[in-house]
């Protein structure tokens, strides 16, 4: 039986809207867009519901994270045809985005039994510890680029240290980002009540932020939005961890061997069409290598096949709209127009763009300068390893960095000199596991992590216990 079959769908709350396929235009399902009334509804629900979850023994808890995990790797080819159609994602990635995803769910079955605390010394006679306990209703809130992995690194550690959880996934990916989750959990026994799925705007988001059960926002999105829900979070002064953009430098040192380095060039910025918040938007490549480089980064793309993922062998999809596509071209025409060189793509058909490679590119290009998030690789030259670091440095984001040199303990010196959440010696920089520390410095992010034991901060808050045998005695 399907997974997503109406059985197992999750109540959505709200009004109609459509999910549609980037590709074709085509509308794919309807599902119902929530409103603030639902999503106040649905927290005051989650948190009825956590309390009995909290009591739940860890290994219970740890068993339904196990079987959502099995389930999501059992229904893989219905879920990467959603990520494939919905999000306009190369099958590769959409296996990606399962296997990651059961990798998150089974992760989070091991923290449910992570030791909970610390037993502290005491100056007076009794028992001192802390312990970590669920922080209550989790809001989650998801862009939608990879859904499924960026809803699941939230919504499976949350559960399965106690949590209820609200998620609200981005309309344009409300079912592989949000359905989809719901659906899996509910096949895996999570009790009720405690998953709501609300595909929302940005008005149900900021309900969600200052929801009075929500206690923990999970943001993964834009700088700009990041602002706003960090802003409406503290008002409420509730703790909003914030994964935001990225302009990721992707360095290439005098030394560097290119027939090595070329594969991951083009993955840095072609990867799903660019539209990853770790995708290198900044190629500063030495002096040396830069006329060879741009020409090998050229010929690759304009090899690449972009198109129907769904229907045709391309190694690129389309951007997920029309105003996405609009904003691509227009960083793209406005660094021409301010002098960088054309050296392959630059052109579109529908959503469909074709990889770019933009040469010269400096401080007036607003390709280079800003975040693109389409498939656009901007590259500019250095002469000495300080002006690389400089130019590494001149952003306001800190999200990752790639350093591609012969010399390895060089890279690991020089990277000592930018700061950056996530650092790739010999690779590029789009790269995810669950059991790593996820997070950016910056405008990238509040410096908070996903993943691994990191989780266990995000998701928990800690309580100070102390116990005497007897009443203790003050000079009172
Ligand atoms: P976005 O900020 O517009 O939307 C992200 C989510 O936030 C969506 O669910 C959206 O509906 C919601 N939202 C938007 N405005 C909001 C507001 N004011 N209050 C509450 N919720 C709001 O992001 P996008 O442009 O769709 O996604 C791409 C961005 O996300 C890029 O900047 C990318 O770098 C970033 N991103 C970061 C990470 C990371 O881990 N650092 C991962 C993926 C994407």
């Known amino acids: 039986m399907p997974l997503l079959d109406p059985a197992h769908r999750p109540t959505l709350h709200g009004g109609g809207a459509t999910a549609v396929e980037p590709a074709t235009g085509e509308p794919l399902a309807s599902f119902t867009l929530a409103a603030p009334a639902d999503v106040e509804s649905a927290a005051a629900e989650a948190a009825a519901a956590q309390r009995s979850w909290a009591r739940t023994p860890y290994t219970e808890r740890a068993a339904v994270l196990r079987r959502a995990g099995d389930l999501i790797t059992e229904h893989a080819a219905e879920l990467s045809e959603w990520i494939i159609r919905e999000a306009g994602s190369v099958p590769g990635k959409a296996e990606f985005e ?8 089974y992760e989070a079955a091991a923290l449910a039994h992570h030791p909970l605390g610390q037993v502290l010394p005491s100056a007076a006679p009794r028992l001192s510890y802390a312990t970590r306990v669920p922080a209550g209703v989790v809001g989650v809130i998801a862009p939608f680029n990879v859904p499924l992995v960026l809803a699941m690194r939230s919504v499976a550690p949350a559960l399965a240290l106690g949590n209820a959880v609200v998620l609200k996934p981005d309309p344009r990916t409300a079912v592989c980002g949000g359905h989809a989750v719901a659906a899996v959990f509910a096949a895996a026994g999570l009790p009720e009540g405690l998953l709501h799925v609300l595909p929302g705007g940005a008005e149900a988001g900021q309900a969600l932020v200052g929801d009075r059960h929500v206690r923990v926002i ?31 430098a992707f360095l290439v040192l005098e030394d560097a061997d290119l027939d090595a380095a070329m594969s991951a060039a083009a ?3 072609f990867f799903h069409q660019g539209q990853i918040c770790m995708s ?8 040396s290598l830069y006329e060879e480089y741009i020409e090998r980064l050229a010929a690759k793309a304009d090899s690449l096949a972009v198109g129907d993922p769904y229907r045709e062998d391309v190694q690129l999809g389309p951007v997920i709209d029309r105003g996405q596509r609009d904003r691509v071209h227009g960083l793209v025409e406005a660094s021409t127009a301010a002098g960088a060189r054309l050296a392959a793509g630059g052109s ?3 959503l469909f763009y074709r990889p770019t490679v933009l040469a010269d590119v400096d401080d007036r290009s607003p390709a280079y300068a800003e975040e693109v998030f389409g498939p656009v690789a901007p590259v500019r030259k250095f002469h000495t390893t300080d002006e690389a670091v400089a130019l590494a440095n001149d952003t306001a984001y800190g999200l990752a960095l790639g350093v591609v040199t012969r010399d390895t303990a060089r890279a690991l010196e020089l990277a000592e000199r930018i700061p950056t959440g996530l650092l790739h010696i010999n690779d590029q920089t789009v790269n995810d596991e669950p059991v790593a520390p996820m997070g950016g410095l910056a405008a990238s992010g509040t410096g908070a992590h996903f993943g691994g034991t990191a989780n266990l901060d995000a998701f928990t808050e800690t309580r100070w216990t102390t ?10």
């Not at 290198?280 to 002096?287: D, F, K, P, W, Y």
């Not at 116990?467 to 009172?476: E, F, H, K, S």
């Open 218 to 248: 999970s943001f993964t999105g834009s700088t700009n939005a990041g602002r706003d829900v960090g802003a409406l979070a503290a008002r409420h002064l509730k703790r909003a961890h914030l994964e935001l953009g990225g302009n990721s």
């Open 280 to 287: 290198s938007g900044r190629h500063l490549v030495h002096a």
């Open 98 to 105: 399962i296997r990651t995803a059961a990798e998150e769910c």
């Open 348 to 350: 579109h058909r529908e």
């Open 467 to 476: 116990v005497r045998a007897t009443p203790a005695g003050y000079p009172l």
């Open 267 to 269: 993955w840095a910025s």
